[in-house]
């Protein structure tokens, strides 16, 4: 049972355009969620996160947007660059940040800039 | 500040036999997680380990085993090995705040022939 889906595996979109990553979730015990990004041979990095007491979180291009009664949170890149080809991972988490129960992981997005 | 370091980077096993990985946190880091990474299955939570003690495991059998040091330092151990094991395995570390955010070793990639 996959609890955080990320359902396109892939996405392409234009150098300088909005690039929007979508990912939704089946437990309602998650109460922070994050964004990783990850380049081939490299281990994930940090992008960007949102707790569940807030509906939005700014970090200069990237915007994490969450709506609960949906289940629901998305990434907005703008605007999108070359250097943002990458694999995009969504998380979440129960139980105040990483919490002890580990972080449970989408699938993974693989957004394709074109130039 | 020095990231997670994962050993060795790279390796290549046949099935049955056994496989240690190494994993040093980042200096003050106290935890420390590993995750599996394989193409059909994204990342899925193996375990984590705080002070030496395992605060939590995930749905993985009894063959993925590991262990922290006083140092932090932490290996993770998979006995009997079989072809799905093949994946890449990642460490992460984490301070003990709680904003959860993890730090990503570059992963060891684990080839079971």
């Known amino acids: 049972d996959q609890q955080v889906k990320q359902n396109s595996p892939s996405l392409s979109v234009q150098e300088g355009r909005i690039s929007i990553l979508n990912c939704d979730y089946t437990?309602?015990?998650?109460?922070?969620f994050l964004w990783y990004k990850k380049y081939p041979a490299e281990g994930p990095t940090f992008l960007i996160s949102?707790?569940?007491?807030?509906d939005k979180n700014e970090d200069g291009r990237f915007t994490v947007f969450l709506n609960k009664s949906a289940k629901h949170l998305s990434l907005h890149i703008v605007p999108s660059q070359p250097g943002d080809s990458a694999v995009y991972f969504c998380a979440a988490s129960a139980g105040s940040g990483g919490g002890a129960d580990g972080l449970t992981f989408g699938k993974g997005t693989h957004l394709i800039i074109q130039p | 500040k020095a990231g997670v370091t994962q050993t060795p980077r790279y390796l290549i096993k046949t099935r049955g036999q056994q496989v240690t990985l190494s994993c040093s946190p980042i200096s003050g880091h106290r935890s420390v997680s590993w995750y599996q990474q394989t193409p059909g299955q994204g990342l899925q939570f193996l375990f984590e380990?705080?002070?030496?003690?395992?605060?939590n495991k995930g749905n993985f059998p009894g063959r993925f085993s590991g262990r922290q040091f006083s140092n932090s330092r932490s290996e993770m151990n998979v006995s009997t090995l079989e072809l799905g094991d093949s994946a890449l395995y990642l460490c992460a570390s984490r301070d003990s705040g709680p904003t959860g955010e993890l730090f990503f070793g570059e992963g060891s990639r684990l080839t079971v022939l």
């Open positions: 949102i707790s569940s007491i807030k």
């Open positions: 380990y705080f002070s030496e003690t395992q605060r």
């Open positions: 437990n309602s015990m998650f109460d922070y």
